[in-house]
């Protein structure tokens, strides 16, 4: 059952909803209890012609998910107004001098955190941060952090490097 209260799992779930799943598993109690909306969009070029994704927003983006054109969930979010958390610790809201106490290492790639070497879990930096931001010191300690993602992340490590 889709919870906006349940754990984030990284590499595995937020609000109940699995990545590897299809998304007809939940397409009832979707349209059912939530208000939902469906964007259609390309990736370019990925590697030499435009795939098509699905976009779902539930209740005005509360959680949000991607899945391929056979509707198999590639990657789960959420922003503030959801209240399940990380490890019973991390949460949509919470500021980077919050998120900093909590963890070990932080590290920044492609305008997100990767958090105590977890690639299975992002936290999206906002704008201006997520173009400007290169190293920690960057982002002031009361910005709250209002997006996080879970997905497998697991090609960032080619290029990581960490900032703390």
Same mark, same amino acid.
């Given at each position: 059952?889709?919870? *906006?209260?349940? !754990?984030?799992?990284?590499? @595995?779930?937020?609000?109940?909803? &699995?990545?590897?799943?299809?998304? =007809?598993? #939940? /397409? !009832? =109690?979707?349209? @059912?209890? *939530?208000?939902?909306?469906?964007?259609? #969009?390309?990736?370019?070029?990925?590697? &030499? =012609?435009?795939?098509?994704? $699905?976009? $779902?927003?539930?209740?005005?983006?509360?959680?949000? *998910?991607?899945?391929?054109?056979?509707?198999? /969930? =590639?990657?789960?979010?959420?922003?503030? !107004? #959801? @209240?399940?958390? $990380?490890?019973?610790?991390?949460?949509?809201?919470?500021?980077?001098?919050?998120?900093?106490?909590?963890?070990?290492?932080?590290?920044?790639?492609?305008?997100?955190?990767?958090?105590?070497?977890? *690639?299975?879990?992002?936290?999206?930096?906002?704008?201006? $941060?997520?173009?400007?931001?290169?190293?920690?010191?960057? /982002?002031?300690?009361?910005?709250?952090?209002? &997006?996080? #993602?879970?997905?497998?992340? !697991?090609?960032?490590?080619?290029?990581?490097?960490?900032?703390?």
């Amino acid at each position: 059952m889709v919870d *906006f209260n349940a !754990d984030i799992i990284s590499y @595995k779930s937020l609000g109940n909803i &699995e990545i590897g799943r299809n998304v =007809e598993f #939940y /397409i !009832d =109690e979707l349209y @059912k209890n *939530f208000d939902v909306k469906v964007t259609q #969009y390309e990736v370019p070029n990925y590697p &030499e =012609e435009d795939i098509i994704r $699905y976009a $779902y927003s539930l209740n005005n983006g509360t959680v949000k *998910f991607t899945t391929n054109i056979d509707g198999l /969930i =590639e990657a789960v979010a959420c922003n503030e !107004d #959801y @209240k399940g958390k $990380y490890k019973n610790k991390l949460y949509a809201g919470i500021t980077m001098g919050k998120l900093i106490n909590l963890t070990d290492k932080q590290w920044i790639k492609f305008g997100a955190l990767i958090i105590d070497q977890d *690639f299975g879990m992002s936290i999206t930096l906002p704008s201006p $941060y997520d173009e400007i931001a290169d190293n920690l010191k960057d /982002i002031p300690l009361d910005l709250p952090l209002n &997006e996080i #993602y879970v997905a497998n992340f !697991d090609y960032w490590l080619a290029t990581r490097k960490s900032n703390k």
